[in-house]
Structure formats: C-alpha cells, structure tokens
C-alpha cells in the first residue's frame, strides 16, 4: 500500500542553524501539507501546497519557514534559523484529488539545542 | 481557540467491549471529520471519516456518527481489541473553503484495551 515516507526520521541540531526536512509524499497525490506537534500538544497545521505554490499557511509558519516541491517526488520544509521553540514532530500528509482524507507519513522529530 | 474537541483524555475498556470516543466542534464551517489513531513515535493513520451530509459511516468495527446540530461526533469500535490501544485524533475541515483545506485536530484521547 502506497505511503508517506519523512527523512530523517530524528534531526538534533543548534539553535540558529538551518534545517531541511523532507517527504516523499503518495505518487499519484496532488495536495501536500506540513504539521508539527509539540510534545504533549495537539497536531498543528503549519502550511499547505497545490500546484506549485503555497494553498494556506498558519500564523506559526513565518519568514523562517519554506517550503519547496524541487522535483517530481520530494516536498521539503525549510526552517531557516532554528528556535528553540521549533522543537517537535514534524508530519507531512498527502492527499488524492478529492481533497479529503490526508495521509501523514511518521514523521520527523526534530530537536533544537 | 479550540474548535475541536476531545474532552476525554484516557478512556480504558475491556477487551470485546465497545469503545466509544467522543469529539465537539464549534466551527460550523466544518464539513469534512476524520478519525486518526496515532502511536507513540508514528504518525497518524486515517481510520474512518464522515461526511457533514451523512449522520452514520461504518468500516468493519469502526462507525463514525455525527450529530450536526449538537456539533457532535463519536467514533464506536466494536468489538475493541487489545492492538487497538493507542491515542485516537479527531479532525474536521471545512471542504467548502476550497481544495487543500487544512486539518484542524483535537487533543486526543488515549484508548486503552485490556485483557
């Protein structure tokens, strides 16, 4: 069955560095999304992708953040310089055509020191 | 601001019981809800959704019900298996904001099935 696949799966790094996560979403799906979820908080919609250029994005997802569809397959979420506060999971999800029902990959946890 | 719901932190039921998770919302724009069970250190897999058109969807063990005018929807797993323990998301969107609608989620509710 096809999925959502994130790499890397753990990311440790400093404060102010610059991180680069990436997705592989599922290959016939149109529509992709980043979410995080800070420990012990709810999932959070960070921002949403369709046809080549941002569909939606929330307060959280500022200058800090980009995202990019560099090729066929990959869709990757940039944070620039990193905060402390930028510690959590990161999920991304595809969706078919419909628009519906998201798919998320295991997403990253990325750690901020 | 918390559009979405789960009141329920933990629940904990017998196994071959039925399990019954609830959600609220606020948001009337909200026409699209999902349910997603989650475990530790994964991410969410999509168990079963409903339509705002339907009041009633049933996959296997899972049924979804929704109650518009309550704002209201519960998610019934008959009967519950101990493989099913794990944190359960609601989720609802509003598809009639367009394509590529967002997901917004509730707190969770960790289910847990025992012997």
């Known amino acids: 069955e096809p999925e959502v696949t994130q790499t890397p799966s753990h990311q440790v790094t400093q404060m102010g560095q610059e991180v680069i996560l990436r997705c592989v979403p599922i290959?016939?799906?149109?529509?992709f999304y980043w979410y995080r979820q800070i420990l012990g908080q709810k999932v959070e919609f960070l921002v949403s992708?369709?046809?080549?250029?941002?569909?939606?994005k929330s307060e959280i997802f500022d200058d800090q953040f980009s995202v990019e569809r560099p090729d066929g397959s990959n869709f990757t979420l940039k944070i620039r310089s990193t905060k402390l506060e930028d510690s959590a999971m990161y999920f991304c999800a595809s969706c078919d055509n419909t628009g519906e029902t998201q798919y998320f990959g295991p997403g990253t946890r990325l750690l901020v020191l | 601001d918390q559009q979405v719901k789960q009141n329920s932190p933990s629940l904990s039921v017998q196994e071959g019981r039925i399990s019954i998770l609830n959600c609220d919302y606020t948001n009337s724009m909200f026409d699209y809800f999902l349910w997603y069970k989650k475990y530790p250190a994964e991410g969410p897999t999509f168990l079963i959704s409903i339509s705002s058109i339907k009041d009633k969807n049933e996959d296997g063990r899972f049924t979804v019900f929704l109650n518009k005018s309550a704002k209201h929807l519960s998610l019934h797993i008959v009967p519950s298996q101990p493989g099913d323990s794990a944190v359960y998301f609601c989720?609802?969107?509003?598809?009639?904001?367009?394509?590529?609608?967002?997901?917004?989620f509730g707190t969770g509710t960790r289910l847990q099935v025992t012997l």
């Open positions: 992708f369709y046809n080549n250029e941002i569909s939606e």
């Open positions: 290959s016939n799906h149109l529509y």
């Open positions: 989720a609802a969107e509003s598809m009639t904001t367009g394509t590529a609608s967002k997901l917004t």
